[in-house]
């Protein structure tokens, strides 16, 4: 049977169907929408996991036919019911019978991504006409005052006033219902991608100000509207985007409406690899790019991904996700973490879950300043999963969080490179971690010295406490030599806990045991005897244990003194 084409990049529903693409059904994300007695829903998803396709689908579904000049003849006949063969379809006249009866608006932010206000504002604004543009039959329907119609030419000409714009959606919804007698279906897609770019370069703001009135108007006590579907990754909070909307349904990562309409589940994702003869590839497919919850389903795949595969598979398993947008903003907020953060993404790393109250409103202007919200932004915008969910003892919401996969994964490891390669060179890099493992401390030590040096203001915001720079040391090395060694800190063994071990995953490769001291100078010590403490401390509290019980042979001993900018290295 010859193979479907593939839909990579193309998130036309229509354009899929009609030129016989791969589709993988999530037509009952209308019953969803009919079924609930929300008037406006917000559906939070990551980016690439299909929401721009189905809003395009909604739209489909629910859209009148345009009337093309000032016939009134219905166009539905002339053309095939796109959905007949569709989920949405066997659910009975209940819901078919909603298939193209509304007048749709559609807007899409999802390329408005500008370096300032005044293009994105501009970009706005061509969108919003464009959508006009869609309806431009408006300007001669006879059921619209020509003052109105003037309204509607002014917009698309580009001669209206900015309240016009910030009302735009409100207005088209309210001639919309003049020319169809019937209410309007409002479709919003990616409508914070102009937030992420404006707090990324500075004019948050103004979008924020826009968009409270342009959504308001549209979507508060509109008496026009039927429904109104948005889409984003973030809801945003504080800033009052939605604070007036009463209407408002919120549909997040964490709850079951809509939970297996955005991503691939893993029955979806095995009939897909079955129809491509890839299916004996599915464990690793699996590896890569699964883990994702959503709600109360388990095994959700990246779509993106999963297409991107099917497609290029002789190239072999590969971070497609990661690289279709700048993941700026999450490395900045990664490298500004503070040492909690750092120590909690080494736990990350070592695919062991952190611990974290989630608050579903997103505060942009706290992300910096508390590190809950940056975990809350990490797991909506899909760089985490949740394992568990639970109500603390204080009302709040509180998930285990896991790297979701292989792939993302692959992003860690690119942010925690970055970091180091601002301040080593990879060859640097590469012949600090050889001097360790070999027990060769002098080398060891000028370039642990610079690195110390080149990163204190780095890693250290503080830029006067030199063992702050101690997780983002061991960052580092999870990332350069997790082929080789497991990577542990601050674990127990002997008596007491080590600041640092490397465990080969081979008995015959070296061990390495770390602990860090912080000269005390007011009690008198020097660089020299906080290295010799540091190394009595291992011996004393027999550190060296877990390693002896792998069958681990040769081990060395690191005693690692810290003087303001200053460090010491002794080995045993």
């Not at 388990?298 to 993941?327: C, E, R």
């Not at 989630?358 to 590190?371: C, G, L």
């Amino acid at each position: 049977m010859k193979k479907k084409k593939l839909p990579l990049g193309v998130s036309d529903f229509k354009k899929i169907l009609e030129r016989d693409y791969y589709y993988v059904d999530k037509t009952l994300l209308i019953k969803e929408i009919l079924d609930s007695g929300t008037e406006v829903y917000l559906i939070t998803r990551p980016r690439r996991f299909g929401k721009t396709l189905n809003l395009s689908m909604l739209k489909c579904f629910f859209e009148v036919p345009l009337l093309c000049g000032e016939q009134e003849a219905c166009l539905s006949s002339t053309k095939e019911n796109l959905f007949q063969h569709l989920n949405i379809w066997q659910q009975g006249e209940e819901y078919t019978e909603h298939h193209e009866k509304y007048p749709v608006i559609i807007l899409t932010f999802k390329d408005v991504k500008e370096e300032n206000w005044e293009n994105c504002y501009n970009k706005i604004i061509e969108t919003i006409i464009d959508e006009y543009k869609r309806h431009d039959y408006l300007t001669y329907s006879d059921k619209i005052p020509d003052y109105e119609k003037e309204k509607v030419d002014s917009i698309i000409h580009r001669k209206a006033l900015d309240t016009d714009y910030s009302n735009s959606i409100k207005n088209l919804s309210k001639y919309l219902h003049k020319h169809y007698n019937q209410n309007v279906i409002i479709l919003i897609d990616e409508y914070d991608t102009p937030i992420h770019s404006a707090y990324d370069k500075g004019y948050f703001q103004k979008v924020v100000d826009f968009l409270r009135t342009f959504l308001g108007a549209g979507l508060k006590d509109n008496s026009f509207l039927e429904k109104g579907v948005i889409t984003g990754i973030l809801r945003v909070a504080k800033e009052n985007i939605f604070s007036d909307l009463n209407n408002l349904e919120v549909s997040t990562i964490l709850d079951f409406e809509c939970a297996d309409k955005f991503g691939f589940t893993e029955s979806e994702v095995i009939h897909f690899l079955k129809d491509y003869d890839l299916e004996k590839h599915f464990e690793d497919v699996k590896r890569w790019y699964n883990g994702y919850v959503f709600g109360d389903v388990h095994d959700i795949y990246n779509p993106w991904s999963i297409i991107n595969y099917v497609k290029k598979y002789k190239a072999g398993l590969q971070a497609y996700w990661v690289n279709t947008s700048s993941n700026t903003l999450i490395n900045t907020l990664l490298s500004q973490g503070d040492r909690q953060v750092k120590h909690e993404l080494e736990h990350l790393l070592n695919n062991q879950p952190i611990s974290k109250v989630i608050t579903t409103n997103t505060v942009f202007s706290d992300i910096e300043k508390d590190s809950s919200h940056l975990w809350s932004f990490l797991l909506f915008a899909g760089y985490l999963k949740a394992v568990g969910k639970e109500t603390n003892l204080d009302g709040e919401l509180e998930c285990k969080l896991l790297i979701p996969n292989k792939e993302v994964y692959t992003t860690y490891r690119i942010f925690v490179k970055s970091w180091f390669q601002e301040n080593l060179p990879n060859s640097e890099v590469e012949l600090m971690i050889k001097s360790l493992l070999n027990g060769e401390a002098k080398d060891f030590e000028d370039i642990l010295q610079k690195f110390v040096l080149n990163s204190m203001s780095f890693f250290d915001p503080t830029g006067n406490e030199p063992e702050k720079v101690y997780h983002a040391f061991v960052l580092g090395l999870l990332i350069n030599i997790n082929q080789t060694h497991a990577v542990k800190s601050n674990r127990e063994s002997g008596f007491g806990r080590y600041d640092i071990m490397l465990i080969p995953k081979s008995k015959s490769d070296n061990g390495v045991i770390i602990e860090f001291k912080k000269v005390r100078s007011d009690k008198g010590e020097t660089l020299e005897t906080a290295c010799e403490s540091a190394l009595q401390q291992i011996e004393e509290k027999q550190y060296e244990v877990a390693l002896r019980e792998m069958g681990i042979s040769t081990i060395y001993k690191y005693g690692i003194a810290f003087e303001g900018k200053k460090v010491l290295v002794h080995c045993k």
